[in-house]
């Protein structure tokens, strides 16, 4: 499970989603050292989207190269509950994560393909390298997660 637990909490920083209960299961730093492939302290976008599509892989569990919202949901809350988040939030992180999910689904179709998971990843790469020397600093992840967009 604890590869699972590595993928979901990549999930709330790619994606980012939640914080809280969900966070559990891996650090930040664990995080950060599932993605820095090469171990040197840096995330390039191309270590980043490496290992984002593990986490698509995860997602897209039938394989055809896109998941819904549907299937987004029910494999979060099953990982969720898996981490023993309360279920009486399920309603609640379901609207968070359905937030997140349209964040992505750039056509709005209900969809997100490979192409449109990559673009999210890059955009938030770029947003997150704040000094604009196209890798990303554990500080630079870090602070991903914190902050909020506009709702
Ligand atoms: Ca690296
Ligand atoms: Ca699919
Ligand atoms: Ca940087």
Redesign the pocket.
């Known amino acids: 499970m604890r590869f699972a637990a590595t993928i979901l909490a990549a999930c709330l920083v790619s994606l980012p989603l939640a914080t809280g209960a969900l966070g559990q299961g891996a650090s930040l730093q664990d995080q950060f050292a599932a993605?820095?492939?090469?171990?040197?302290?840096?995330?390039?976008v191309a270590?980043t989207i490496a290992f984002q599509r593990k986490v698509f892989a995860l997602l897209d569990q039938d394989g055809d190269g896109a998941f819904s919202r549907a299937e987004f949901i029910e494999i979060l809350e099953r990982q969720a509950a898996d981490a023993g988040a309360d279920a009486a939030q399920a309603d609640q992180r379901g609207g968070i994560w359905t937030q997140r999910f349209d964040g992505v689904d750039f056509d709005q179709n209900g969809i997100v393909t490979t192409a449109e998971f990559d673009q999210a990843h890059e955009f938030r790469f770029e947003s997150k390298d704040t000094d604009g020397d196209g890798?990303l600093s554990f500080a630079e992840f870090g602070a991903v997660a914190l902050p909020r967009p506009a709702e």
């Open positions: 993605i820095d492939s090469d171990g040197d302290g840096s995330l390039t270590e890798r």
